[in-house]
């Protein structure tokens, strides 16, 4: 949504929620390169070919990060201010949400690598390229 903000597709971006106990008042979340996914992935795929059974790994970045720290990412990336409103908590949301990747490092020897400002710089040239 924050790249479609800057795209010119959505004039604002809603932000649910800025009176959680977190660091800022909005929510926190595991943000994860699209690439950094893909390669969780394809690790797992390795990992089942040598290993029988059933296993539940969590693939994430590990990081909790903030909704505003997102938009400060997207907002380096772009050069721009980003205009966001806050709207009122959505039913059903926590204050925090992310994973814990440590298993999939044990197992697998996988962890996300891409920073949150290669993520949003990769995302905002996705959307860019969308919008041509």
Same mark, same amino acid.
């Given at each position: 949504?924050?790249?479609?903000? #800057? *795209? ?5 971006? %809603?932000?649910?929620? %800025? @009176? =959680?106990?977190?660091?800022? !008042?909005? !929510? ?7 690439? @950094?996914? $893909? ?5 797992? #795929?390795?990992? #089942? ?10 693939? !994430? *970045? ?10 400060? *990412?997207?907002? /380096? ?6 205009? =966001? /409103?806050?709207?009122? /908590?959505? @039913?059903?949301?926590? $204050?925090? =949400?992310?994973?814990?990747?440590? =298993?999939?490092? $044990?197992?697998? !020897?996988? /962890? ?14 996705? &959307? &860019?390229? #969308? $919008?041509?």
């Amino acid at each position: 949504y924050i790249a479609r903000v #800057l *795209s010119g597709q959505m004039e604002v971006l %809603n932000v649910f929620g %800025n @009176d =959680y106990p977190t660091r800022d !008042g909005t !929510g926190v979340r595991d943000y994860i390169h699209v690439m @950094d996914l $893909a390669d969780g992935h394809a690790s797992a #795929l390795a990992f #089942l070919q040598a290993h029988q059974g059933w296993f539940a790994i969590n693939l !994430g *970045s590990g990081k909790g990060l903030t909704v505003l720290e997102v938009v400060k *990412s997207f907002e /380096r990336a772009s050069q721009k201010s980003i205009p =966001y /409103r806050f709207m009122p /908590r959505r @039913d059903g949301d926590i $204050a925090e =949400y992310y994973a814990d990747a440590s =298993y999939a490092f $044990a197992l697998m !020897g996988w /962890r996300a690598k891409r920073s949150i400002d290669c993520s949003c710089s990769s995302a905002l040239r996705f &959307q &860019q390229n #969308l $919008a041509k």
